[in-house]
């Protein structure tokens, strides 16, 4: 039987939560973007705490269309219960047109590479009943899954709660996608990472307990010089091992970085 979020452990109550649920991630995903975009200009709360929404999603308004529940990955609505799901986040306007009003920052990165089906994985579902968005679930098409098949193990429940939080004036959308490890997941970061790891290695130096001193690993691996050039030898031998090492370290860096760019171009970042 197919996992409902109806199960407890499945709301997103803190950005914590949402950041351990790994929604929306790594880039060049869009979903926490999207929620962004959804919780400051999509809704908002009247006095009495409920939340209203404010554009027209029967309308198809942002892209928004009608999201049958054919898999009942989210709870099944009663027919006499006037409520409806309406999904949300499907970036291509050749099929839902009105999706090209969504900000360009959460549309610019669609298409971005041959990957682009990772740009358009992630989805917002609103359960909706005369205005009010009674319920909010983020989800996201399944990997190897059929045409439009969302995972239900990846299908979280949002607390309106955490859509509080992202309302914050002060939170910005760069410190948001900060704290839920969008950007710490970054190509450019994973670079510099990566570039630092292999500089640690390179530096590595052994202690005095875990075998000679660098005294004597010199003594060696250095021949017999003559008094009279052994400065400038010296000199000139600690010159090559600096040069040595830094193309060593291009050679690595390049390589890493024509990795990650095919695996970026394959999508699997």
């Avoid at 929404?53 to 219960?81: A, K, T, W």
């Avoid at 590479?113 to 358009?120: A, D, F, M, W």
């Avoid at 052994?206 to 030898?233: F, H, K, N, Y």
Wanted: overall charge negative.
């Amino acid at each position: 039987m197919v996992r409902s979020v109806r199960e407890e452990g499945s709301q997103l109550s803190t950005i914590q939560d949402l950041k351990n649920s790994g929604f929306g991630r790594p880039p060049p995903r869009h979903g926490l973007k999207l929620l962004f975009w959804f919780a400051n200009e999509c809704v908002a709360f009247n006095h009495h705490g409920n939340m209203l929404v404010q554009c027209h999603p029967e309308m198809e308004e942002f892209g928004f269309h009608y999201f049958g529940n054919f898999e009942e990955i989210l709870p099944v609505l009663s027919r006499d219960c006037r409520e409806s799901y309406f999904e949300v986040g499907n970036l291509n306007t050749e099929t839902y047109s009105k999706a090209e009003d969504l900000p360009d920052y959460v549309r610019k990165d669609y298409r971005l590479s041959l990957g682009y089906r990772q740009c358009n994985k992630d989805r917002i579902i609103i359960r909706l009943k005369q205005g009010d968005v009674t319920a909010t679930y983020v989800t996201e098409h399944k990997e190897d899954g059929g045409r439009g098949e969302f995972d239900s193990e990846r299908t979280h429940l949002i607390n309106p709660d955490l859509i509080r939080i992202i309302q914050d004036p002060e939170l910005e959308l760069a410190t948001f996608l900060d704290q839920t490890g969008y950007m710490g997941l970054s190509l450019r970061d994973r670079l510099l990472r990566a570039f630092k790891q292999i500089s640690d290695v390179i530096s590595w130096e052994p202690s005095e307990q875990s075998g000679p001193d660098q005294t004597t690993l010199d003594s060696l691996v250095r021949p017999t010089w003559d008094p009279e050039q052994d400065q400038t030898t010296s000199l000139l031998g600690l010159s090559l091992r600096e040069r040595c090492t830094r193309v060593f370290v291009v050679i690595i860096v390049v390589l890493l970085v024509i990795t990650l760019i095919v695996l970026v171009i394959l999508g699997k970042f």
